[in-house]
């Protein structure tokens, strides 16, 4: 008796279906579908197409924050203040000349930048305090010279020199070198106390005025 063998594909109905299956066994069966899908895969990655590519795309699109950004820092740039004052310190000096020095810097920083003062100048007649300002002019004079009005002091409308000590306010006086606000209202203090000045040299009871800072301003001064 022959064994059974499966019909062509036309002629076979449910039951030849079925017995195929258990001539094929279902280890063939699995082994053959496994063997379909992988096949599916593979050429399905083959052929499938590339991706945009998305990083390339996005590269050329400006990134808003960035331009915000560095907007913000190019304007904080043109907004910052200057970090230098240029002056001209001149007079009794070891090297007088323009100096450059950092925004901060006081009257000794460049009075020291010039080489120091000469062993001639007497530098008690000036503020070596006092804070510098862009084009200012530091004069350091002579022992025994006398000082003519700064060049670049800004003079409330309609001062002179000399200044009249029993007529000038505080705003006047501060300009006078090695004056400043506080002894400039110690002057006004005084001649209120006396009623007014008779001599230059009264200027002596005023505190914070030794005979150095009243010789240096005595040409600057009358009464």
Partial sequence: MDSWRPGPPSERSVPDVI?????????????????????AVIGWWFVKPDPPDVTASLSRVDDPSTVAVDSTVAMASSLAPATDVVVHVAGSV????VYTLTTGSRVVDAV???????PRARVDALNLAAALRDGEQIY???????????????????????LDLNAATVEQLDQLPGVGPATANAIVARRAEIGRFVSVDDLLDVPGLGPAKVAAIRGLVTV
């Fill in 112 to 118: 020291a930048a010039a080489g120091g003062a000469l």
């Fill in 140 to 162: 350091v004079p002579a022992i025994g010279e006398v000082v003519a009005a700064p060049a670049n002091a800004s003079a409330p409308a309609g001062s002179t020199f000399p």
């Fill in 94 to 97: 070891s090297a007088p000349g």
């Fill in 19 to 39: 017995g195929w299956l258990r001539w094929i066994g279902p280890r063939k069966v699995a082994s053959s579908i496994g063997l379909v899908v992988a096949v």
